[in-house]
Nanobody
Framework: QVQLVESGGGLVQAGGSLRLSCAAS????????MGWFRQAPGKEREFVAA????????YYGDSVKGRFTISRDNAASTVYLQMNSLKPEDTAVYYC???????????????????WGQGTQVTVSS
């Protein structure tokens, strides 16, 4: 089992920045692939970013490329999402997710993740 706890959400003006954190416990963090997804009201859960266990391979959804950066600290069992140049359309609940698979196959699909956090709200005002 893996427990994931997100933090860092909040209200920010358009053009601003936020940094989300996700602390993991319960299993060796360093072998997990970590991902961030988001879900706005009435919409499906959307892939935001993911990072493989080595910290070098990162993947991003088209809507956040160039603005968001995912990183991880294996010693601290934490994954981060730095969000810059935020837009009102980034408003959503952001979820941290983890999976044991160590490849990029299906990395953007929510169904391919084994564990989920409870989510943190991000609201971007115009």
């Amino acid at each position: 089992q893996v427990q994931l706890v997100e933090s860092g959400g909040g209200l920010v003006q358009a053009g601003g920045s936020l940094r989300l954190s996700c602390a993991a416990s319960g299993r060796t963090f360093s072998i997990l692939t970590m991902g961030w997804f988001r879900q706005a009201p009435g919409k499906e859960r959307e892939f935001v970013a993911a990072i493989l266990w080595n910290g070098r391979n990162t993947y991003y959804g088209d809507s956040v490329k160039g603005r968001f950066t995912i990183s991880r600290d294996n010693a601290a069992s934490t994954v981060y999402l730095q969000m810059n140049s935020l837009k009102p359309e980034d408003t959503a609940v952001y979820y941290c997710a983890a999976r044991a698979a160590g490849t990029s196959v299906g990395i953007d699909r929510p169904g391919e993740y084994d564990y989920w956090g409870q989510g943190t709200q991000v609201t971007v005002s115009s």
